[in-house]
Antibody, heavy 118, light 108 residues
Framework: EVQLLESGGGLVQPGGSLRLSCAAS????????MTWVRQAPGKGLEWVAL????????YYADSVKGRFIISRDNSKNTHYLHMSSLRAEDTALYYC???????????WGQGTLVTVSS | EVVMTQSPGTLSVSPGERATLSCRAS??????LAWYQQRPGQAPRLLIY???TRATGVPARFSGSGSGTEFTLTISSLQSEDVAVYYC??????????FGQGTKLEIK
């Protein structure tokens, strides 16, 4: 069964840092691009970042560029989102998903909640 | 950046009736268009990719059409489990990948 499991969310103060993890199973992780998408409370979907299968290509939304870093460890079937200089507007449910340039994002994890507040 | 605009914002349809959801792109995205379903309290789920190809396990009552800048998601006979928010997404001109603002589908 294809599965993605996010972890690492929590409450953090403005200006703080957090690292999200996404553990994958049931598919060829090292051959797959991976991505993060977030959803602020009661709002729509916003793409955050994507990393290529070999980790050499990384892409970011302008809203997080310079503050977030996406990375991966293919030996652990896990990818990460390192978030720093967090702002209140980064508060959201963060989903990881398997990315594809040819067929959209599928599947998705259940999400991990990040709350930025003092 | 390609802006995706969905209409209507909310759609109320009777059980067994047809539901038609629209998505417009600010510039051509060819057929690089996906539709997602997000049921209340759940993660999004891929329904359609390449504008008209159903993802694995998606019921045949869901169909997608269109190319360029105009796209449609049709549910031929609405079931109660189809109550959800539906999002379109373009993956032709990225980064960034962009989503529409969503259409909320309700049972009348």
């Amino acid at each position: 069964e294809v599965q993605l499991l996010e972890s690492g969310g929590g409450l953090v103060q403005p200006g703080g840092s957090l690292r999200l993890s996404c553990a994958a199973s049931g598919f060829a992780f090292s051959s797959s691009a991976m991505t993060w998408v977030r959803q602020a409370p009661g709002k729509g979907l916003e793409w955050v970042a994507l990393i290529s299968a070999n980790g050499l290509g990384t892409y970011y939304a302008d809203s997080v560029k310079g503050r977030f870093i996406i990375s991966r460890d293919n030996s652990k079937n896990t990818h990460y989102l390192h978030m720093s200089s967090l702002r209140a507007e980064d508060t959201a449910l963060y989903y990881c998903a398997k990315g594809s340039a040819a067929s959209g994002f599928d599947p998705w994890g259940q999400g991990t909640l990040v709350t930025v507040s003092s | 950046e390609v802006v995706m605009t969905q209409s209507p914002g909310t759609l109320s349809v009777s059980p067994g009736e047809r539901a038609t959801l629209s998505c417009r792109a600010s510039q051509s995205v060819s057929s690089s268009l996906a539709w997602y379903q997000q049921r209340p309290g759940q993660a999004p789920r891929l329904l359609i990719y390449s504008a008209s190809t159903r993802a694995t396990g998606v019921p045949a009552r869901f169909s997608g059409s269109g190319s360029g800048t105009e796209f449609t998601l049709t549910i031929s006979s609405l079931q109660s489990e189809d109550v959800a928010v539906y999002y379109c997404q373009q993956y032709n001109n990225w980064p960034p990948y962009t989503f529409g603002q969503g259409t909320k589908l309700e049972i009348k």
